[in-house]
Nanobody, 125 residues
């Protein structure tokens, strides 16, 4: 059974940086394309970005492009979300997701099969 565990969330001031991690267990990490999503209070879950299983291909939501970077370390079974220039509107619970394919082109959450429990990020202005 594939399990995803996020970590690294917390409270940060606007303009600051934070790095989230997501570790996969119960499967061969390098078989999975990974995605990051977020859900703010009272809002729907939204796509943040994704990375192919080899790490060569990434895509991002327009709202985070140029500020957030997704990377992965297949030797550590971990995907990262490096967040910089954080804004108050980045406040949300952040989730990682996985699908056993080379790459997920769609930003739709229903494309992914496995989800973590989420880690909260609060950006104070």
């Amino acid at each position: 059974q594939v399990q995803l565990v996020e970590s690294g969330g917390g409270l940060v001031q606007a303009g600051g940086s934070l790095r989230l991690s997501c570790a996969l267990s119960g499967g061969t990490f390098s078989d999975y394309a990974m995605g990051w999503f977020r859900q703010a209070p009272g809002k729907e879950r939204e796509f943040v970005g994704g990375i192919s299983r080899g790490g060569s291909r990434t895509n991002y939501a327009g709202s985070v492009k140029g500020r957030f970077t997704i990377s992965r370390d297949n030797a550590k079974n971990t995907v990262y979300l490096q967040m910089t220039s954080l804004k108050a509107e980045d406040t949300a619970v952040y989730y990682c997701a996985a699908k056993r394919v080379a790459v997920v082109l769609s930003p739709n959450a229903n494309q992914y099969d496995y989800w973590g429990q989420g880690t909260p990020v609060t950006v104070s202005s």
